[in-house]
């Protein structure tokens, strides 16, 4: 079995630092290189902070893939799905590489950053940087519990990585991330029946509603799917809580054995079941970005760095 990269299927943290960035021209054969060096390191970097729970894992951008790996390319990459619905869209903003870094301490996080960005200067431009943290008790800034309905233990890594359906790229997994920001003077300014109602589970208890209960635009309901056999089409989220005084939200992370589950939640929140029943949480939060990214194995990026 190659080895997947750790932080994909690792517990929660404390804090998550996020950093993407896009490559520069004919960076290529460096980055190659210097990227299955950084995963090495996190990897190494595990046991080095194990008192601090590190984690973290390298990701490719759908639309950058061929470029780095025009070799061999995951069976189902592509780009990150373009929905939009009246007021809701799901913005694209294609990236060529995604690190994530999580532990329990701000001052590890951010000295690993720092080297990720030394080991990677002259190869790549900084787009973005999110600094994520725990709230409460793993509640999103809407005060719900986020991640309810994570996958657990074992089953973890059987949710989010590749298997014997595409042996070259076993151990790896389909990333999606998006940006959202909450109104929250809108959300707050709403009854907690109206905001249970929303999501469909009690806010303080945290207590799903029963089934015919449901509001059929309630967020369980738009993102608890079934595929045609009966199966739960889940995905692990990696998704912590971000903000400053003058932006709050959610850094979104879907994790995954396939692209097809992390789809068709977003579209059945955006364009819903057909009959006008979309996510009524979109009527208070709206992403920003959007991408599509793999993290493959170490030992497919350790032979892909092998053969410069």
Partial sequence: MPR?????????????????????????????????????????????????????????????????YPEARPANLRPFPSFEQE?????VQPVDLFIHIRSDRVDINHVAAMEVCHRLTGLVQLVEEVRSFRYLDNRDLTGFVDGTENPQGVHRREVALVGGEDEAFRGGSYIHVQRYQHN??????????????????????????????????????????????GNSMEILRQSMPYGTMKEQGLFF????????????????????????????????????????????????????AERD
């Fill in 87 to 91: 007021d809701r869209k799901a913005p």
């Fill in 184 to 229: 929250m003077d809108r959300w707050n300014g709403i009854s907690l029946k109206q905001q249970e109602d929303t999501i469909g589970r009690t806010k303080v208890e945290n207590i799903e509603y029963v089934g015919q209960d449901k509001p059929l635009t309630c967020h369980i309901k738009r993102t608890n799917l079934k595929d045609e056999q």
């Fill in 4 to 68: 997947e990269q750790a932080g994909v299927c690792a517990e929660g943290n404390l804090h998550g630092l996020y950093l993407l960035f896009n490559a520069e021209e004919q960076a290529e054969p460096a980055l190659r290189g210097v990227l299955a060096e950084i995963a090495a390191w996190l990897q190494a970097s595990v046991d080095q902070n194990a008192d601090s729970a590190f984690n973290g894992f390298v990701a490719v951008g759908a639309n950058y893939w061929d470029t780095l």
């Fill in 253 to 304: 992370i879907s994790c995954c054995r396939t692209p097809v589950h992390f789809e068709a939640q977003l579209k059945s929140m955006i364009h819903g079941d057909g009959q006008g029943h979309y996510d009524h949480l979109l009527n208070f939060t709206q992403a920003v970005t959007g991408a599509a990214f793999f993290a493959p194995s170490l030992d497919f990026m350790e032979c892909a």
